[in-house]
């Protein structure tokens, strides 16, 4: 028969349900005899059922609370420029002169995250110019994706939260810069290039899903979307492919950047809705 | 003894590269991260404090610790786990710093009724404060190993892993922080079972 103390002892975990069947036998024994152990076994479970009653959360919509989480995380993202390595053969100092420019300008103003619908926006808005008018031609084009790229993170919080006018916004947005990049996306080097307007794609099919995933579903939405995608396919087409005048808009004053070697763009297949354009 | 989670190798590699890619400052790989584990981590605070407005501020200062931490954390164990001791540590802190709404020793007993009044769940909600209050003023071994148990909902294994303790130690414990607790809330813990078995008798 087991003693009084070691009864006690394994109480916890006997009510726990943690003890094998060949554990609780002798302690079965014991609670069978003992009145104090039996009304201690009580108290015990008594004071499980205390714990296991704490009530669960309600459910919380997902979108606001990361949007507030959003605005509170460290902005690596706007010092580290995409891509940067693979545009070496732009010019390393000027790169490293855009990235300066870059962390002075989100120390001085404080609205590096702020989003559409943040009073601070255009405050961003003030410093993005400031940001692509001191940045010197060679990094135009790592500044450039990196815009492209946070107006689609916009886009996708905006959609997310129920306003698809200003997700749109972002989205036009978003066209105008890839579109201004796209003489300079056409001169990188290719698989580079390739690589970042498969990540603009990718940025731009989660804005989409985000979009039908709030219910929203929002044709404004999906047609500028859209369009996006066949600016993305226009820059993607061998050179001899686009003679698209289209491509002139939006190329207001953007400083060219150096002459390249040989372009040898990576060969598409033809978009089938090429009708499309904006 | 509670069996340990398989966790399926899919899943786990995802996470890995969500984790890795956050780690290095991805925020996509971020969210999505949050996504799945937003919430775990407000259900743990909300079940410390019993409030929905603070739990979800709670949560977000665990998130800001797990994406600072995040750099330094290694697959070595589970990130549920990992997230859990992050998640427990953070509502812990947030009840200690609470004041008490009612005192332990001014409560009276919830009346053993079957039908739930108003006044019955005010009982009941005074109840839970009290238990939430004697966690938080546990000795830091016992309190953090109790909370993970009843904020957490883990199990003594998955417990024993979050701390990276053997199970025998998560089990003398949760003994100890047990005993506490029935010590601290006293007649609380007199089962209301004692009325009934009482006034049937």
């Known amino acids: ?278 | 003894m509670a069996q340990p989670e398989v966790p399926s190798p899919e899943g786990d590699a995802e996470e890995r590269r969500l984790i890795d890619r956050s780690a290095s400052g991805d925020q996509e790989a971020f969210r999505q991260l949050v996504l799945r584990y937003h919430r775990l981590v407000i259900n743990v605070a909300f079940r410390a404090l019993g409030e929905l407005s603070l739990a979800e501020d709670v949560a977000q200062d665990v998130f800001i610790k797990v994406h600072k931490a995040l750099p330094t954390y290694r697959h070595d164990r589970p990130f549920k786990h990992w997230l859990h001791r992050v998640a427990a540590n953070a509502v812990t802190d947030a009840l200690r710093r609470r004041r008490p709404v009612v005192s332990l020793d001014g409560m009276e007993q919830p009346p053993a009724s079957a039908v739930p009044d108003p006044q019955d769940v005010a009982a009941r909600h005074d109840l839970q404060r009290a238990v939430r209050h004697a966690i938080a003023n546990l000795p830091p071994h016992y309190r953090d190993t109790i909370a993970l148990q009843a904020f957490g909902e883990l199990s003594y294994d998955e417990i024993a892993r979050a701390l990276d303790i053997p199970l025998g130690t998560v089990m003398s414990r949760l003994n100890g922080a047990k005993r506490l607790l029935r010590e601290r809330l006293g007649d609380l813990v007199r089962s209301s079972d004692d009325e009934v078995e009482a006034n049937t008798a």
């Open chain 1, 1 to 278: 028969m087991l003693s009084h103390a070691t009864t006690r002892d394994w109480l916890i975990p006997y009510a726990d349900g943690m003890l094998a069947s060949d554990e609780r036998r002798p302690i079965d024994g014991h609670l069978a005899g003992c009145a104090a152990c039996a009304a201690e076994l009580r108290e015990v479970r008594e004071l499980n059922l205390l714990l296991v009653t704490l009530p669960p959360a309600p459910p919380v919509a997902f979108a606001p609370f990361w949007l507030k989480l959003q605005a509170t995380l460290p902005q690596r993202r706007t010092i580290k420029l995409p891509t940067f390595a693979r545009y070496r053969k732009l010019g390393l100092a000027f790169a490293v002169a855009a990235i300066a420019a870059l962390a002075a300008a989100s120390a001085a103003l404080a609205a590096p995250s702020a989003l559409p619908d943040n009073p601070l926006y255009p405050v961003k808005q003030l410093e993005e110019s400031l940001q692509v008018a001191v940045t010197p031609s060679s990094g135009q084009l790592p500044l450039k994706l990196y815009l492209a790229g946070e107006r689609l993170r916009e886009a996708q919080a905006m959609a997310y939260d129920h306003k698809p006018r200003l997700a749109a916004t972002s989205l036009r947005a978003f066209g105008v810069i890839v579109n201004d990049a796209s003489a300079a996306l056409k001169h990188a080097d290719p698989r580079a290039a390739s690589e970042d307007l498969k990540r603009l794609r990718a940025d731009l099919d989660a804005v989409e899903r985000a979009n039908v995933t709030r219910n929203d579903d929002d044709a404004d939405i999906k047609q500028v979307v859209a369009a996006d995608l066949d600016e993305i396919d226009r820059i993607e087409q061998p050179e001899a492919v686009t003679p698209d005048p289209t491509l002139i808009i939006g190329t207001q004053a953007t400083p060219q950047p150096t002459p390249q070697p040989t372009p040898r763009p990576t060969p598409r297949p033809e978009p089938s809705d090429d009708e499309h354009h904006r």
